[in-house]
């Protein structure tokens, strides 16, 4: 086998795609546990946008939820942790700082899609313009308070801890390394796959995936059987900034232990292209997450660990911007239509006029 290795290797030209092919099998299975976690926080806001663009909203916004509910939920447990104390238990490091600052960031979520859910659907203003206002407040107020706030050295309440599995769960043949892909995570990127997995399911599934497709397909005729479009609309938008919020909480209580200003980075845009590569489904927008962050992960890999031979070589000379760049790049390549056309819901982004239809 080893021999035959070699060989494909020193094929000309094609030889340097075997190389790469074998950098990627041997880098994959060390950088699973990495790579689910930065794509966490993607699918949480791409489950946040199908959502509300299956109901018809676009939101836009999922940036700004997403950096506001980091900050909320850090200095919450900054200011409540000295008051109520506590040692991190067993199970994921809990305390109850933690556990109150989790429902903080998720609420300051839920009310600002609550803010979006109401200039969209009852004030009918332009969503774009709704969600480009959310995402510019919360830089400029998060950035602003974290400036004040960080001068005091403030000490943080913790962060919730992933759970350690076996060391024979990943000595498992072929599945070992995914099984501890998916285990070897904290709370938060744990309910992430039962999340994709419900909302799948009850999206294509039950009377409420029904009505929801039916309007952000076609409102009017929605209507018409005696479906409250405004009232599926609402409850839609505000479940959706409950992801939102997870994963704004995740960046700032889970895969670190602080919030700096603008810690989103882009990941609520890149959300909403997971969520347009993934055809606007759960388990769609969660496999194009991960797509993105494997690219990210490869690429900081090659940067820190090139392969060795003449695809060493060639990476190596290669700028390492680019490999930081990598994954938006995907993400245009991707939305180029490279995979096949995505079709949006009909209805998306349009807004409703309950009397309209009549």
């Known amino acids: 086998m080893d021999g035959l290795i070699t060989a494909l290797y020193a094929i000309p030209a094609l030889g340097l795609v075997f190389q790469l092919g074998g950098y990627f099998v041997a880098q994959l299975p060390p950088l699973a546990p990495i790579i689910l976690g930065s794509a966490a926080p993607l699918a949480f806001g791409a489950l946040c946008g199908v959502m509300c663009e299956r109901s018809g ?35 994921f490091g809990v305390t109850a700082p933690l556990l109150i600052a989790l429902a903080a960031a998720i609420l300051v979520a839920v009310l600002i899609s609550l803010v979006h859910a109401w200039l969209s659907i009852t004030v009918r203003a332009d969503q774009i313009i709704s969600g480009t206002i959310i995402n510019i407040a919360a830089f400029g107020v998060t950035g602003y308070l974290n400036t004040l706030i960080s001068q005091s050295s403030p000490t943080s309440a913790g962060s919730f801890v992933p759970f350690i599995p076996p060391a024979s769960v990943a000595n498992i043949p072929v599945i070992g ?69 997870l994963g704004g909480a995740y960046l700032s209580m889970e895969a670190t232990n602080s919030f700096q200003a603008g810690m989103t980075a882009g990941r609520g845009f890149i959300a909403l292209a997971a969520m347009i590569v993934g055809r606007w489904t759960p388990l769609g927008a969660l496999g194009a997450a991960l797509l993105f962050s494997t690219f990210e992960s490869v690429g900081q890999s090659i940067t820190i660990s090139p ?27 991707v939305l180029a239509g490279l995979i096949g056309r995505s079709i949006p819901p009909a209805a998306d982004g349009q807004p409703y006029e309950r009397e309209a239809a009549s």
């Open 307 to 333: 392969p060795s031979g003449q695809l060493g070589d060639l990476m190596s000379a290669l700028p390492p911007q680019l490999y930081d760049a990598l994954p938006y790049i995907i993400t245009i390549i």
């Open 177 to 245: 390394w995914i099984l501890e892909m998916f285990l070897n995570q904290g709370p938060i990127a744990m309910s992430l796959l039962v999340f994709v997995i419900v909302v799948q399911v009850m999206l294509y599934r039950s009377r409420w995936g029904l009505r929801t497709r039916a309007v952000g397909e076609h409102p009017k005729a929605a209507e018409t059987v005696g479906i409250d479009v405004v009232r599926v609309r609402y409850r839609n938008v505000l479940i959706g900034g409950v992801f939102a919020g």
């Open 57 to 91: 909203v676009v939101n836009i916004g999922i940036e700004g939820i997403m950096l506001a509910s980091a900050f909320t939920g850090w200095i919450v447990g900054v200011a409540i942790a000295p008051v109520i104390g506590g040692s991190p238990s067993d199970f």
